[in-house]
């Protein structure tokens, strides 16, 4: 979904195993979809990649630590990188797993 609004609307009705999330988009910024997504207990564990090619502050890492499982800089991107992260994130999910909650 290119508008943010559109992928929160995808990300209630579909609860994906993983959202990819760009921090620039049109309507919301990316933090206002990761702050609508963790404020619902729908989406809350869903795990979410941040893939961007915005220069972050101190400020916005220190925002997006804890909420989103990993940042990724479009600047610096592996596709072999992209890989693993997606899925380690998956992996955090899978039922049956041994480091389970």
Same mark, same amino acid.
């Given at each position: 979904?290119?508008?943010?609004?559109?992928?929160?609307?995808?990300? =209630?009705?579909?609860?994906?195993?993983?959202?990819?999330?760009?921090?620039?988009?049109?309507?919301?910024?990316?933090?206002?979809?990761?702050?609508?997504?963790?404020? *619902?207990?729908?989406?809350?564990?869903?795990?979410?990649?941040? =893939?961007?090619?915005?220069?972050?502050?101190?400020?916005?890492?220190?925002?997006?630590?804890?909420?989103?499982?990993?940042?990724?800089?479009?600047?610096?991107?592996?596709?072999? *990188?992209?890989?693993?992260?997606?899925?380690?994130?998956?992996?955090?999910?899978?039922?049956?797993?041994? *480091?389970?909650?």
């Amino acid at each position: 979904a290119t508008p943010g609004g559109d992928g929160v609307a995808l990300a =209630l009705a579909q609860q994906p195993d993983l959202i990819v999330l760009d921090l620039l988009m049109p309507d919301l910024t990316g933090f206002v979809v990761m702050d609508i997504l963790r404020g *619902d207990p729908a989406t809350r564990e869903i795990p979410i990649l941040i =893939l961007t090619g915005h220069d972050l502050t101190q400020a916005e890492r220190e925002t997006l630590q804890g909420a989103a499982q990993k940042v990724l800089e479009k600047s610096y991107f592996d596709t072999a *990188d992209f890989i693993a992260q997606v899925e380690r994130a998956v992996g955090v999910r899978m039922p049956g797993r041994a *480091d389970e909650r």
